[in-house]
T-cell receptor, first 116, second 114 residues
């Protein structure tokens, strides 16, 4: 298994500003992902964080709004840019530790973002 | 594209009674299925998975799930519910593209009454 930490755990931000969320895994992982969980809803994949290259974004998510970095195998950041109240969500980092098709993903505790 | 359905927004059960949280899926090829639990103000915790083999999968905290290919279901079960089992439960299916991300159901809130 892997232990995933995120910083900050929560934040309240003003409209138009940006917030960078950090994700740290305690072991080397093959893949890292960022999800969004809007209030009372399920998880939606934002992007796959690729080490050393641009992230792979899902439909409806763009790099200008959600720039992602992954400089090494254990660390990734997600920035929420030019925030609006609609960006208020929980943002979760996830990772899988092994090769193979059926390995479970582990999740960080999430970052609860409120945009005023 | 794959999808997961959790038909019940909430399930209520008395402590000590058996519980079932339903999940059906749609995927081309063989499914890789997962159950996660989310407690308030916490991230998701992995409960169990079905990859291949025995249709009855046992997981953490006494939970188990039964894979039924003909009904495309993967219902979560526990023989005797605890109040501490009250949480939000998500069923998920693994993506078959190279990114290996999960597609989640809408979630079912389990409420166990003392």
């Amino acid at each position: 298994s892997a232990v995933i930490s995120q910083k900050p755990s929560r934040d309240i931000c003003q409209r138009g500003t940006s917030l960078t969320i950090q994700c740290q895994v305690d072991s080397q992982v093959t893949m890292m992902f960022w999800y969004r969980q809007q209030p009372g809803q399920s998880l939606t994949l934002i992007a796959t964080a690729n080490q050393g290259s641009e992230a792979t974004y899902e439909s409806g998510f763009v790099i200008d709004k959600f720039p992602i970095s992954r400089p090494n195998l254990t660390f990734s950041t997600l920035t929420v840019s030019n925030m609006s109240p609609e960006d208020s969500s929980i943002y979760l980092c996830s990772a899988t530790t092994m090769e193979g098709d059926g390995n479970e993903q582990f999740f960080g505790p999430g970052t609860r973002l409120t945009v005023l | 594209a794959q999808s997961v359905a959790q038909p019940e927004d909430q399930v209520n059960v008395a402590e000590g009674n058996p519980l079932t949280v339903k999940c059906t899926y749609s995927v081309s090829g063989n499914p890789y299925l997962f159950w996660y639990v989310q407690y308030p103000n916490r991230g998701l915790q992995f409960l169990l998975k079905y990859i291949t083999g025995d249709n009855l999968v046992k997981g953490s905290y006494g939970f188990e799930a039964e894979f039924n290919k003909s009904q495309t279901s993967f219902h979560l079960k526990k023989p005797s519910a605890l109040v501490s089992d009250s949480a939000l439960y998500f069923c998920a299916v693994r993506d078959f593209t190279g990114r290996r991300a999960l597609t989640f159901g809408s979630g079912t809130r389990l409420q166990v009454q003392p």
